[in-house]
């Protein structure tokens, strides 16, 4: 190599790719879930030396970066300068603050890595059977571990660990055996693989009802102030803080009420003839709101009528001209498989960065033994319209496509320390981008609907912050969704469960959503009649999982 002109971002560029080598030697189950093999038979116990072992990484990475002169490089390097110097800080910040080891028992759970390596076609069967049989064999060690490091009894994570830990037996004792039949291994090879996996039933059952009588100093899930503000810092890197973006959707959720109130009174006739409207506008928007939800699908056809309207989407995005599709990466709609359930209704699983062959899942939960009370309620908060919107959040023009982009961009360092802000928050920039530019034909009850949806977003801020620092109750919470958000029963419930066991990720959509925005009306008025909303999609998608604040200075700058 000639040193004369290898550059301060060559340099760059090779000291990331070393950091990105470690950290998958460190974290051999998050490499694979992101399509990097090379540590599949690895399974770390979840101990006290293993976290001696990452303080001591994330130390030395630390040192290195403290070497590079960060004002030197470009652009798109100094991005991921900050976004791996942020990474090491936060991570150090998890181990000896945070320690969720201590009262978080749901992390500790294998069941969504071998589902993966089953599932995804990257090397042959038998050679993905051997890594996971390399796993499996260590799982009893591994929970045997695990019980060791659990302090606390925090109540809605014990019992989502005990729920996830018992939705993941099926992968071992059926899914893993399935496969086992099918492969070309030998028989002992195999009867070694059957036993394997009854052990690792046996210890993960062992694990529930470990769980399920654990005696240990109880514990809030609520973060408090402190941490919930520090977490904030790290997981969103916004320009604002976390309580300035509570404020700001306040003031948002009041703006989307009087929206409301007006569109609400424009329908009042069309749907309710010389009834008297109510005075109060809450009501006024809840009665419209309620009239129009009763049109939906039947439960049965929930999955196919997602499947049905994608291809609509890509339409309108084409003739509207948008942004760029890349047509070469199709969506594959499945029922959301066990391990997942539990959280989010809907997701988008994408290949990683090594993957790109990878399948893209669309995961729909399944309404399957629902009591015809609970469907019903949930189709009404799914209606026609959300659906619709749904559909571009998860899929098109929302986290499918932008996924895609981001598995384009070069930098791996982009793509693994994704900001889920950037990623959220373009999914719910692109519902009411699309509304925008005519999508539902304007109709007022589309638009109502979006409120309603964005509403959600910008209550899923509120609701986090006023549950982790503010103290707010269960019922306090229930009412602030079903009555200033328009929410069904069902979707509130689910939704304070949701904020039972996550802190942050839920005010990432409206968080990104606000930064997203801003960043367009800025460059709309920067560019003048020269800004083109197409070029201004995919340029922004091309600096890929980056913080929006940094891409906001990058593309402010003309970069
Ligand atoms: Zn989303």
Excluded at 310 to 327: A, C, E, H, Q, R
Aim: with cysteine; glycine share 6%.
């Amino acid at each position: 190599m000639d040193m004369e002109h290898d550059t301060l971002d060559d340099r760059f560029q090779r000291l990331s790719d070393r950091f990105v080598e470690n950290l998958w030697e460190q974290e051999p189950e998050w490499a694979t879930s992101v399509g990097y093999h090379k540590y599949d038979n690895l399974l770390p116990l979840p101990d006290s030396s293993r976290r001696a072992r990452l303080l001591g990484f994330l130390q030395n990475w630390t040192d290195s970066l403290q070497a590079v002169e960060a004002g030197s490089l470009n652009s798109s390097n100094r991005i991921s300068y900050n976004m791996l110097k942020n990474f090491l800080e936060m991570k150090k910040w998890e181990l000896q603050y945070l320690k969720e080891y201590e009262w978080n028992p749901s992390i500790y759970n294998v069941a969504g890595t071998i589902a993966y390596m089953l599932s995804e076609d990257y090397a042959p069967l038998d050679e993905r059977l051997n890594s996971c049989y390399e796993r499996i064999v260590r799982i009893p060690a591994y929970y045997e571990a695990a019980k060791k490091q659990i302090r606390y009894n925090v109540d809605e994570l014990r019992q989502l660990a005990i729920d996830q830990s018992l939705g993941g037996v099926s992968v071992f004792n059926k899914d893993f055996l399935d496969s086992v039949g099918k492969s070309g291994l030998n028989p002992e090879k195999r009867s070694q693989m059957v036993h394997a996996a009854q052990q690792a039933v046996a210890a993960i059952n062992d694990y529930a009802q470990y769980l399920k009588q654990l005696k240990k100093p109880v514990k809030s899930f609520r973060l408090g102030k402190e941490l919930y503000e520090q977490k904030f810092n790290f997981y969103i890197e916004s320009a604002y803080t976390a309580g300035q973006m509570y404020d700001s959707a306040l003031a948002r959720k009041s703006y989307l009420h009087k929206e409301m109130a007006r569109v609400s009174s424009d329908l009042w006739h069309k749907y309710f003839g010389k009834r008297q409207a109510p005075v109060d506008p809450l009501q006024l928007i809840a009665l419209v709101i309620d009239t129009i939800s009763t049109r939906h699908v039947k439960p049965s056809d929930f999955q196919s009528a997602i499947e049905k309207q994608l291809p609509d989407l890509v339409s309108f995005v084409n003739d509207k001209k948008l942004l760029y599709l890349d047509s070469s990466k199709p969506l594959v709609v499945r029922k959301e498989p066990a391990y997942m359930a539990g959280v989010a209704g809907a997701s988008i699983s994408a290949p990683g960065p090594y993957d790109k062959g990878g399948n893209t899942y669309y995961n729909v939960g399944s309404l399957e033994g629902w009591t015809a009370e609970r469907a019903g309620s949930y189709l009404r908060e799914y209606n026609h319209y959300i659906l619709q919107i749904l559909n571009i959040h998860e899929a098109i023009p929302g986290h499918y496509t932008q996924l895609v982009y981001a598995n384009r961009n070069p930098s791996l360092v982009k793509t693994i320390l994704a900001n889920n802000a950037t990623i959220e928050g373009w999914a719910v920039y692109t519902e009411q981008m699309m509304l925008e530019n005519g999508y539902g034909n304007n109709e007022p009850e589309m638009w109502l609907m979006w409120y309603k949806w964005h509403l959600r977003t910008v209550c899923n801020t509120i609701l986090d912050y006023n549950v982790h620092v503010h103290n707010m109750s269960r019922q306090d919470a229930l009412d602030l969704l079903i009555k200033e958000a328009f929410q069904q029963k069902a979707e509130a419930e689910g939704k304070w469960k949701r904020v039972s066991v996550t802190s942050v990720q839920l005010t990432s959509y409206y968080s990104g959503y606000k930064a997203i925005y801003e960043l367009r009306e800025q460059m709309k008025s920067k560019e003048g009649p020269r800004f083109d909303l197409r070029v201004f999609h995919e340029k922004f998608l091309s600096y890929g999982n980056a913080p929006v604040k940094y891409i906001s200075s990058a593309m402010l700058q003309g970069q």
